[in-house]
Each structure stands twice: as structure tokens, then as C-alpha cells.
């Protein structure tokens, strides 16, 4: 057998604000005077920025099985919340155009093309790309409190490569549409 893949990932949570916030940042309360005669009371206005997490991902996911299989692995599990109207995106990239091998010496390498993905209900695999984020989930809307829990399967083709375990850095991104 031949540990064939493993993949480590880091989580960035890309967030466009309404003009009014910054993310994490509490709502802005102002208070100013109207009226055509000076003070009548004041205003209170109460300006919301966008929220938007991605939480739940384990530190990484093993695939394991001989050259020339095609093997799948547990689904990866995720969370994302947010409060914006239009919804959000999820995209995996990887780093590096290929996995690496972790023995010193080996220079076999797995193309990350050989790597695929399918988010939750998708029908199909997508290869994964270095230079293009592949998208694994779109939801129009804000999620329900608690945000949407979601999955995702991957599977390689294992090629003709040395007995080792191979290695690359997917970056999980979530944006707001």
C-alpha cells in the first residue's frame, strides 16, 4: 500500500464589508441632533458590518492505495455562518503544483491535477489547480444561526510513484457574493 496522499490546509475567511464596518468590528452607534431649530433629539443609527466564518476544518485528510487506483477518503467536514444577503463562495486552491514526497531523496512528486473534489451534493469531481480556485460550494442567502454545514470528497489518481507518503497545502477561501 502507498500512503499516496495527504493534504494539509489553512483556512483564510475573505470578507467584503458594507461601507459602514470592519470585520469582527462591534455595530457604530452616532447620535446627532435634527431638526430646523436646532436640537429635537437625536438619531440612533446602528450600522451592521457583513459576518462571515469558516470554521470546523481537521488540520488535514489521508488518502491511501497503489499506483494506478483511483481512491477516495472520508468526506472533509466544514462550517460557514454568515449574515450577508447575496450568500457566499467556498474555494480550494493548492499552493504547489504538486504533491511532494515526505522522504528525503525521493523525488517523485503526484501532480495536484490528480487530486480532485466534490463539495456537498455535487455530482462530479473537479480537479484542484495551483493557479485556479476550484469552487466547492455557493449558497445564495444568509445562513440559518449556526451557519451550514457542509462536506467535501475527495479522490486521486495514485500514478506509477515510490512507496511514500505525498504532501500538499490546500487554502480553504470563503467569500461573500
Known amino acids: 500500500m502507498i500512503s499516496a496522499v495527504a493534504a494539509q490546509w489553512s483556512a483564510r475567511a475573505v470578507v467584503c464589508l458594507l461601507a459602514a ?4 468590528a462591534p455595530a457604530h452607534v452616532s447620535a446627532q441632533p435634527s431638526g430646523p431649530g436646532g436640537p429635537a433629539g437625536p438619531n440612533a443609527t446602528v450600522e451592521v458590518a457583513t459576518v462571515l466564518t469558516l470554521t470546523g476544518l481537521a488540520p488535514g485528510f489521508a488518502l491511501t492505495g497503489d499506483p ?4 477516495t477518503g ?18 480550494i486552491q493548492s499552493r ?7 522522504t528525503r531523496g525521493n523525488e517523485d512528486s503526484i501532480p495536484i491535477g490528480a487530486v480532485s473534489v466534490r463539495g456537498s ?3 462530479v469531481y473537479v480537479a484542484l489547480s495551483d493557479t485556479t480556485p476550484v469552487t466547492a460550494h ?5 445562513t440559518a444561526e449556526g ?6 470528497d475527495f479522490q486521486a489518481v495514485i500514478p506509477d510513484v515510490e512507496r511514500d507518503t505525498y504532501v500538499a497545502t490546500l487554502d480553504y477561501v470563503a467569500a461573500t457574493l
Open 21 to 24: 464596518g470592519l470585520p469582527g
Open 68 to 71: 494506478g487506483e483511483t481512491v
Open 74 to 91: 472520508n468526506p472533509v467536514a466544514l462550517n460557514v455562518e454568515t449574515n450577508n444577503e447575496s450568500g457566499y463562495v467556498v474555494t
Open 96 to 102: 504547489t503544483p504538486a504533491m511532494v514526497a515526505s
Open 121 to 123: 451534493g455535487a455530482p
Open 138 to 142: 455557493r449558497r445564495p442567502g444568509p
Open 147 to 152: 451557519g451550514d454545514d457542509l462536506g467535501d
